[in-house]
């Protein structure tokens, strides 16, 4: 099975991504591709794939050529799509030293939800709630863990401790995606 996250950016998608490690049988593809390329790699009937987009639907506007291409792969692949109220994601990100007024357009948001609007009851992504993985993780990984039939290795609420070091060495040069426990701040 092929586990696809989507969702704008700032929704959660990089947390979501390393959370997948506390599952059993789960590889994670680090990083961000599209899902043309993601849908592609090898053979994966045993274990769980998981990948994570760089755009596509679910995160953000699209041609309607784009469109047409991503709802076909889309079904291809198990999504996860990540959603967070859009205050908070098109507030400036002060902590970013390159761009302290970085933010994401409402356009890309209000694209995002529009799509899963449209095309979510047909193509039946499991929906996380950025608020929800922050308040109640373990609930969180309950549900994925029920509706992607995963098996818990460790708990949300650990993290990041069960990364492997590997990960957490390529992640800690940006501040804002330095592990940390779930909640604190960046």
Known sequence: ??????GAP?????LLQLLMFAFEGVDVVIGERPLRLFVRIG?????RLVGKRVRGLFSGPLTPSELDTEVRLM????????????????RPIP???DDPGKAVARETWDAAMDQLDRWGPDLKPV??????LLGHPGRVQIQ?????????LHRFEDFPAFLPDWVKARAAPF??????PIGAPA
């Open 1 to 6: 099975m092929r586990i696809w996250i989507a």
């Open 10 to 14: 700032r929704t959660g998608t990089t």
């Open 43 to 47: 053979d994966w009937e045993e274990r």
């Open 75 to 90: 079904r291809t692949v198990r999504p996860v799509v990540m959603v967070r109220e859009v205050e908070e994601v098109t």
């Open 95 to 97: 902590y970013i030293p």
């Open 127 to 132: 929906v996380v709630r950025y608020q929800d």
């Open 144 to 152: 994925l863990s029920q509706e992607l039939d995963l098996h818990r």
């Open 175 to 180: 501040d804002n995606y330095r592990p940390r």
